[in-house]
């Protein structure tokens, strides 16, 4: 048989094609010279999704070439890199072999898939430009700008011109006006507003301030927003860590939704502009739907906050300091995987919180799963690899004590200590949740975040999730073939369970203690071992019923690991009851208070000096495609995949939720029986959960494509 050239073209489109091809966890590589993403390490990973609707596909081999010119890639050969037939089903962190790659050069790579059908074409020529100096950072985006004009404009009752954005954003500000003279003009700018008026006095850390602008006849008008000292002078704080700096290109910012024009003539017209600056997102990556539109609209609250936090190309902690925060970066970091088919920016933030630690003991602690999470949604060992002797340090196995527990008060920090897990700060503590003090009787006995939590040389929450930690690193020791050190961390690990379940249960009330020193039962001594998988199964249930008996006592923070708890619990209503709470204690509440982006803490009842732009309260973004949706990792780079919907209270939801490996489709209902829709990504398979009734579930395997279940 002789086959035309387009029967050929024909057969080998129908075939499964390489796609969403990313060089160092970033993909839009070929941008613009003045805002494309530069690589930065001489031996960067490649990543690729496989385009197919035809089900069960799954890759068997592949061969990825690298060169200096794309037309070598177009006839199958290289002059840098041939990886050569390489058999297996990997297709993310695929790191590039052969010598180092030279700084400030044009790079093309391609890759052909041999899968369960046969040879694929091969993928289109992907370009990448090294950075100046190969340093081994990640690769990052420049920020990017996005012109948005008010949702509404319209003269107030003193006369000043008023606009709303409908959204708060971090940005900056321009307008043009009709004027025939120059006059000056004060622009009011807010996070909040009173009818028709930039609110003045906000309150604790809500954003306001007012500009003098002058106004020129013919030109537009650009407010530049001063630096602040509190967010861009070094500190001298408890960490030794200073804040991230807007770069010069961008140039300053400023959290805002509402403008008003003090001065400015009447009977003119007018242009406003607000360039929202932020990190590039991509808006119709993710996608959620449910019966509950008091859920419906936590989701679009979380996922927002995302995007509009993004504005220094960091994890940071609100507009206050803007400092990265290990606690901040992890919740963050789960719910922008949640939203969006982006990892670089997560990748950046836990590099750069490994090299600049903060004071608290979990935070310290959080830094190894920060690590873990980014290769377990990357299937990319590069973190793992580069931190790995510092990772180890940070289980903090030099503090372990006689009686299998570790303690940061028994005995002084020293010097080695400290500089062994890199804190340069002055005073490392426990914190279980923040803030510790603050108001009370609302809602709650105790004051502050922690339920009361009786801090002791021995504390509950630190080691719960100390034990967690200790088997994460075992599974990292694995990762990098480090036999000897899996081995003496599942000892660790094992005896550190032990010890904490003989130690802090008390059998009596069913439930666990602060301290060993103390009979006070809180929270969060039981919500964090029950999320860390610390409780043996015949006190789960004592347990999560003694975690509902105490509400939503714990800070916007803490709700991450009260919500991971419950669903572990399968207390998926009353984990989906907390989530659309109406109460002061849940996220109905921010949006109540006037806010688009989450609050730093649920109301300034509990934290008067709260922020409006705070990602660590936007736990729900990650929280709903994880657990209610049910859509996690099994394997890394989400090769394969659980999902398990609990849909608690909600009668019918339906997501796409994105991965490294293309996006995950779901549709779940249970308004008669229960049914589930899934569409898989090619080249993936997935461990279907599907609940028999009564808490009991039966689990399918399924391969890539489209599959219906009904019970």
């Known amino acids: 048989m002789i086959m035309t050239a387009s029967f050929l073209a024909l057969i080998l489109t129908a075939l499964p094609m390489p796609t969403g091809l990313m060089t160092d966890l970033v993909e839009h590589t070929d941008w613009p010279e003045n805002v494309r993403p530069l690589i930065r390490r001489g031996h960067p990973s490649f990543s690729w999704t496989i385009e197919s609707d035809t089900p069960g596909i799954s890759q068997k081999a592949y061969r990825l070439l690298v060169a200096t010119r794309p037309e070598l890639l177009k006839n199958g050969s290289a002059d840098v890199w041939d990886s050569g037939v390489v058999e297996g089903g990997s297709r993310t962190g695929i790191v590039c072999g052969g010598k180092s790659l030279a700084p400030d050069t044009d790079y093309y790579w391609s890759v052909r898939l041999r899968t369960n059908r046969g040879w694929g074409a091969c993928s289109q020529p992907k370009k990448f430009h090294t950075a100046p100096v190969l340093d081994g950072a990640p690769a990052y985006y420049p920020l990017a700008k996005t012109p948005e004009r008010p949702v509404l404009v319209r003269r107030n009752a003193s006369g000043n011109l008023y606009a709303d954005f409908g959204r708060s954003a971090f940005g900056q500000f321009s307008f043009s006006a009709d004027v025939a003279e120059p006059c000056e003009v004060t622009v009011h700018f807010g996070e909040a507003t009173d009818p028709d008026a930039v609110r003045r006095n906000p309150g604790g850390s809500v954003r306001y301030c007012a500009l003098k602008a002058e106004v020129i006849p013919g030109c537009r008008t650009e407010v530049a927003f001063p630096h602040d000292r509190r967010n861009t002078d070094p500190k001298a704080n408890e960490s030794g860590v200073s804040p991230i700096l807007m770069p010069e290109e961008t140039g300053e910012v400023y959290p805002f939704r509402y403008v008003e024009i003090e001065g400015l003539p009447e009977g003119k017209s007018v242009e406003i502009i607000r360039t929202a600056v932020h990190y590039p997102f991509n808006d119709d990556a993710s996608y959620f739907h449910c019966s509950d539109s008091t859920l419906n609209a936590v989701w679009e609250l ?298 730093e803490a649920w109301d300034p009842a509990f934290k008067p000096n709260l922020d409006w732009n705070h990602a660590w309260g936007a736990a729900p973004a990650n929280i709903i495609p994880r657990k209610l949706m049910g859509l996690e990792p099994l394997e890394p780079g989400f090769s394969k995949m659980r999902i398990k919907p609990q849909l608690g209270l909600v009668s019918n939801a339906e997501a796409v939720i994105p991965t490294i490996a293309g996006p995950v489709r779901i549709n779940c209902s249970q308004e008669e029986g229960f049914s589930l829709e899934l569409e898989i990504p090619a080249g993936t398979s997935a461990e279907v959960w599907i609940p028999t009734g009564e808490g009991g579930w039966k689990i399918v395997n399924v391969g890539s494509g489209k599959h219906s279940f009904r019970n």
Not at 443 to 461: I, P, Q, R, S, W
Request: with cysteine; net charge negative.
């Open 302 to 599: 979380c996922k927002y906050s995302i995007k509009a936090t993004s504005f220094c190309g960091y994890y940071v902690d609100g507009d206050r300091e803007r400092i990265p925060y290990e606690a901040d970066a992890y919740i963050n970091q789960l719910c922008h995987y949640g939203v969006d088919r982006e990892y670089s920016m997560a990748r950046r933030t836990v590099d750069h919180l490994m090299a600049n630690p903060t004071w608290p003991t979990e935070w310290m602690l959080e830094s190894v799963l920060l690590c873990w999470n980014d290769y377990m949604h990357t299937g990319d060992r590069g973190l793992l690899e580069k931190w790995y002797e510092l990772i180890k340090n940070r289980t903090m196995l030099a503090l372990k004590q006689p009686n299998g527990l570790i303690s940061t008060r028994v005995k002084p920090l020293d010097a080695e200590f400290l500089n062994s897990i890199g804190f340069r700060g002055r005073n490392m503590r426990d914190i279980v949740d923040w803030p510790q003090s603050g108001a009370a009787g609302l809602e709650k006995e105790a004051a502050g975040e922690a339920d009361g939590f009786v801090l002791t040389d021995y504390n509950a929450a630190v080691n719960a999730l100390w034990c967690h930690v200790l088997n994460v690193t075992a599974d990292i020791a694995a990762v990098l073939g480090r036999g000897d050190d899996e081995r003496a961390f599942r000892i660790e690990a094992d005896a550190a369970a032990k010890a904490f379940n003989t130690l802090f249960y008390d059998a009596g009330a069913g439930c666990y203690r602060d301290g060993i020193d103390t009979d006070h039962h809180s929270l969060h001594a039981n919500m964090y071992a029950l999320a860390f998988g610390i409780v043996p199964g015949e006190r789960v249930r004592p347990v999560a019923e003694f975690i509902k008996s105490r509400g939503m006592a714990c800070s916007v923070y803490g709700a991450q690991f009260l919500l991971d708890a419950l669903y572990e619990a399968g207390e998926a209503e009353y984990a989906g009851s907390l989530m659309v709470s109406k109460a002061l204690r849940g996220w109905y509440n921010m949006i109540a208070l006037g806010s688009t982006i989450t609050l």
